[in-house]
């Protein structure tokens, strides 16, 4: 049981670029979402998802896309890269949507600079 | 709007005392408060989860408390210990949003 898996744990890109940002989770989670985390801010949901199919947007969604086509994946697709999107992204998954008294498992995060 | 605001932003302690870390909140209709802990370089990991009729919540030696009429909770660590020094986040969701409103963190270290 390996929980919520990212990678790559570290990326450098030049402005432009496209890139998918990879979350995998093996605990048969319904609700998947993704945060960018910056320094001097808590996390901000980027997009989040309430199972297979579904997606939508949090606060932060411009210059990002999601897909979930099955329960265990949701990527983060960055899709023409900019320095502003330099930051730490996390990916979390919980049983049943977001404001249900279930604690949230994080992944370790992916480390992206813009460059 | 929705925010959540922690205190102090950093704390440093000795190893073996006690700290209390505060969370304020505006976030409206109330559903639970959750408290993590961040390790320097990982994700956040679940500490405690506090719904509405619930005042105390402990795990180990972490106990939150919540005072749902004043909006404010905190983060109680007893005999702080080297591997208590993290970030420590207060998060709050509404009912029926999807979008839970982080707090910035307070950072503590503990010294030896």
């Known amino acids: 049981n390996a929980g919520v898996t990212q990678t790559p744990k570290f990326q450098v890109l030049k402005t432009g670029q496209s890139m998918t940002l990879q979350c995998a989770q093996d605990?048969?989670?319904?609700?998947m979402s993704w945060y960018r985390q910056d320094p001097g801010m808590g996390l901000r949901l980027i997009h989040y998802?309430?199972?297979?199919?579904?997606?939508d947007q949090g606060e932060v969604p411009n210059g990002y896309n999601v897909s979930r086509s099955t329960t265990e994946d949701f990527p983060l697709r960055l899709l023409s890269a900019a320095p502003s999107q330099t930051s730490v992204y996390f990916c979390?998954?919980?049983?049943?949507?977001?404001?249900?008294?279930?604690?949230?498992?994080f992944g370790d995060g992916t480390r992206l600079s813009i460059l | 709007k929705n925010q959540v605001e922690q205190s102090p932003q950093s704390l440093i302690i000795l190893e073996g005392k006690n700290c209390t870390l505060q969370?304020?909140?505006?976030?409206?209709?109330?559903?639970?408060l959750r408290w993590y802990k961040q390790d320097t370089g990982r994700g956040p990991v679940s500490l405690t989860i506090?719904?509405?009729?619930?005042n105390t919540k402990s795990n180990g030696r972490y106990t939150a408390t919540l005072d749902a009429d004043t909006k404010q909770s905190s983060l109680h660590i007893t005999a702080s210990q080297l591997s208590d020094s993290a970030s420590y986040i207060c998060?709050?969701?509404?009912?029926?949003?999807?979008?839970?409103?982080f707090g910035r963190g307070t950072s503590l270290i503990v010294h030896p």
């Open positions: 969370c304020n909140y505006t976030v409206s209709p109330f559903s639970n």
């Open positions: 998802s309430v199972g297979a199919g579904i997606t």
């Open positions: 506090m719904t509405f009729s619930e």
């Open positions: 998060v709050v969701s509404a009912l029926g949003s999807y979008i839970p409103t």
């Open positions: 979390a998954s919980s049983p049943r949507r977001g404001d249900s008294n279930q604690p949230q498992h």
């Open positions: 605990m048969n989670h319904e609700y």
